[in-house]
């Protein structure tokens, strides 16, 4: 059995240092994702999207582009399909969105709002913008957010163009 020494167990956060993980970008942009998520959870709290990923984005991209494909809002929310069908079954099962085959193709199933879920969305696109502002400017100033946008919306293009 090893034992160690424990005068050098760390105590406090500021006894820490992070390893190699200091300058890994993945390690902040998952503690970002859980923090921002938690906090956004917190101001969703009792309202359908609430917990979970991909229901907001789901609802948006219904709302915003009636008669669009499974597919279509999996490929944007870079969600598997499968994974993606267990949300919009969840979305359906509260009334938010429907179902209904298109005209063109049969087999293709297009996504409708539901005036619940376009309610939904009209308040949830409030909260999320005022999260997302009340969140970052208490940690990034606005120009580099600014940067960072930019940055994170050419890193989603790339990823989406490699999917495919």
């Known amino acids: 059995m090893n034992i160690q020494d424990t005068s050098t167990a760390a105590t406090h956060i500021d006894h820490v240092d992070l390893d190699v993980l200091e300058n890994v970008l993945s390690f ?36 915003s582009h009636p008669g669009i494909r499974p597919s279509v809002v999996a490929d944007l929310a870079m969600r598997d399909r499968s994974a993606m069908g267990r949300i919009l079954d969840t979305l359906e099962q509260q009334g938010l969105i429907f179902r209904k085959a298109s005209q063109e193709d049969s087999r293709a199933q297009e996504l409708y709002i539901t005036p619940k879920g376009a309610a939904l969305a009209v308040k949830v696109r409030e909260i999320a913008v005022q999260q997302s502002e009340d969140f970052f400017d208490k940690i990034i100033p606005r120009d580099e957010q600014e940067v960072m946008m930019g940055i994170l919306k050419r890193a989603y293009r790339r990823l989406r163009e490699n999917r495919t």
């Open 28 to 63: 902040y942009i998952r503690v970002l994702d859980t923090s921002v998520s938690r906090d956004l959870d917190e101001r969703l709290k009792n309202l359908e999207v609430a917990k979970g990923k991909g229901k907001i984005t789901a609802l948006f991209l219904i709302d």
